[in-house]
């Protein structure tokens, strides 16, 4: 937490054990208590890279005994949560399977954080239905991410919709995050992004980290640096200070 900001950070995916343990070490540094990796990665092109699968999530636990941090990571399926629920401190369900009503409904089971993305062109309302199929199976830690809604413009990747916060906070009593990685698929950008969501009353942000971006093997276009974070995490602080003043 950073002045009440839940803020999540790390790699894309997991790409071996010694890069998810080097960039978690680096992330406790920064007081970062949240690491967030894939292990398995939905991609729109199926020659790109679609994670480590099982030997993520192991990679994964051990960072998390090594470190300390609790661990953020996407589940696809009702059988990849069955299998790997239980060791996964926050669920991240991704923009493609907000519209996955069974795995929905199969997560109200579980006492677990879930952090539930907007799809692509979702509306708000179909957005707070997909979290109600959650909550009506009994489970209410939901926690809302915008990522970024598409538009007619190429430039980037998405467009960061900052109306979602007031809107979600003023509709539901739910907490929302903001992920200004995927939102602007920019590194350049993010920073910018960032403080514009706290700016507007976020309850945290999601970013993408990597302490060598350049070799990212997914997204490495968006990933900052250990640095970068580190002056993104003071400047938010002064905001969140202000705005909480």
Not at 84 to 92: A, R
Request: hydrophobic share 40%; charged share 30%; with cysteine.
């Amino acid at each position: 937490m950073k002045n009440d900001l839940l803020i999540i950070a790390g790699p894309c995916a997991v790409e071996s054990r010694e890069q998810i343990m080097r960039i978690a070490k680096k992330l406790k540094g920064l007081g970062i208590e949240y690491l967030r990796a894939g292990a398995f990665k939905p991609r729109t092109n199926p020659d790109s890279f679609q994670g480590l699968g099982e030997l993520g999530i192991i990679y994964l636990l051990e960072a998390k005994k090594e470190t300390g941090l609790k661990i953020v990571t996407e589940i696809m399926s009702v059988e990849q949560l069955d299998k790997y629920g239980e060791y996964i401190d926050i669920i991240q369900i991704g923009a493609r399977n907000m519209y996955n009503y069974e795995l929905l409904k199969a997560l109200g089971k579980i006492n677990k954080p879930i952090l539930l993305k907007r799809a692509f062109s979702a509306t708000y309302k179909e957005w707070i239905s997909a979290c109600e199929y959650i909550k009506k199976a009994g489970n209410d830690k939901v926690i809302l991410c915008e990522r970024g809604i598409r538009s007619f413009d190429d430039s980037t990747r998405n467009v960061l919709d900052i109306q979602a916060i007031p809107y979600i906070k003023k509709n539901t009593q739910l907490p929302i995050i903001v992920d200004p990685s995927h939102a602007s698929g920019h590194r350049y950008m993010v920073e910018s992004d960032s403080l514009a969501a706290v700016a507007a009353g976020c309850d945290g942000l999601i970013i993408e980290v990597h302490d060598r971006p350049e070799e990212a093997l997914s997204d490495k276009e968006q990933a900052i640096d250990i640095e970068d974070l580190r002056k993104i995490l003071y400047k938010v602080g002064k905001i969140k200070e202000l705005i909480s003043s």
